[in-house]
């Protein structure tokens, strides 16, 4: 029975190849353009601080609400995992007019990365009590969090306009 379907496929084939043959069709199809793989770097990266962007406001509004860290476990965990992430999106030389990377992250690439680990070990730290359940010491991490992203965004990010 495979064989049969085999053959089956392969005259398929040979027959819609025939077919557009005889109706003139000699053209080889167009293979799409390689993308910027600069670009794509970039629009990932973007996408992805969208993304974490999102985690924080869950989080933030959980805080303000006074919720159990405990149902905000999996949006920290997924915060820290970006947050070890972080420094991978920024390849050498994958920066752009439109991107908000300042330069200083690859000619301080030290400096960069330094913020980086800061920033992940905030973010573990504040994985770990929201899986304890450590409501005061979630809420406290939680702004320790937020003072490592705008020490590297004050560094490294573009100002922004508000």
């Not at 007019?97 to 330069?103: C, E, F, K, V």
């Amino acid at each position: 029975m495979r064989i049969h379907l085999l053959a089956l496929g392969a005259t398929t084939a040979l027959l819609t190849t025939a077919a557009a043959t005889a109706h003139g069709s000699h053209a080889v199809p167009a293979v799409p353009a390689a993308a910027d793989p600069t670009a794509d770097v970039i629009a990932g990266r973007k996408a992805a601080f969208l993304m974490s962007a999102a985690l924080v406001g869950q989080i933030k509004a959980g805080v303000e609400r006074g919720d159990d860290p405990k149902t905000l476990a999996f949006a920290a965990r997924a915060l820290s995992r970006w947050a070890s992430a972080l420094p991978g999106l920024f390849p050498a030389g994958s920066t752009a007019p439109d991107s908000d990377a300042l330069p200083a992250i690859w000619s301080d690439r030290a400096g960069f990365e330094a913020k980086a680990a800061d920033y992940a070990a905030a973010t573990a730290k504040l994985a770990d009590l929201a899986k304890a359940g450590d409501k005061p010491g979630f809420a406290a991490q939680f702004a320790a969090v937020g003072a490592t992203c705008k020490a590297c965004h004050d560094s490294y990010r573009k100002p922004q306009a508000h």
